[in-house]
């Protein structure tokens, strides 16, 4: 009888220590599938992925590994590819503009182009002028370096490079952070003073209208 009770104490302890294994490997396995959205620091071109460790260019809008990629999480490769048809129905094949150097593209998400009229040819927004994009892309391509106004309004971004207060950067903004002066205001028209001249003509004109009134009323 004691051997029994003992077995299934025994037995009883073994099932908890099951469960409670099963329930620590399945929070861990929630926390690896929470992936975070965008995992790649945003570029405009080439020297915004400069200071990331490897060799790393732009592709539209995200610096990629494009020489090794193995340092990425294998959620997050993207297939590299040399024409269209290397990517999956909803992709297309980006080539890097120096194929000399980079001779491989990598199949990314088909958004739309949005050269022509900027975010009103995308769903979503219009990332560094040419690709539409998601807005958590758009929103750090904004935060980036700005050189001036120009580069500003030709990638979409806003209408003025604005120095960004306390450091050395600007960034894209709407707001002139260099208003122009607001315009004079006007002073009333001096009184030109009567020369001689007006004087005396003014003078016989009422010593005329004087001799002429009391012909007038008779």
Known sequence: MMNTRLLLLMLGGSLVLAVS???GRSDVLESANQLTSNPFKVCIDDSDCLNLEGKY?????????YADDTTI???????RCTR????????????HHDRRNINKGLCMEELGNCQEKGE???PNKCCNGQFCCH?????????????????????GYGDFCCPVKGTNSSVCC????NPPPPPPTEAPPKATPLSAASATEIVFAVVLASSLLPIILG
Do not use: H, W
């Not at 260019?57 to 590994?65: K, L, R």
């Open 135 to 155: 807005e958590e892309y758009f929103d750090q391509l904004k935060n980036l370096n700005c050189l001036n106004n120009l580069m500003c309004k030709d990638l």
């Open 57 to 65: 260019a732009c592709f539209q809008y995200i610096c990629y590994p």
């Open 73 to 79: 999480s294998p959620q997050y490769r993207k297939t």
């Open 84 to 95: 269209k048809e290397e990517c999956n129905t909803n992709e297309m094949c980006y080539r």
């Open 120 to 122: 009103r040819d995308c």
């Open 174 to 177: 709407d707001t002139n952070p």
């Open 21 to 23: 294994g099963v329930s």
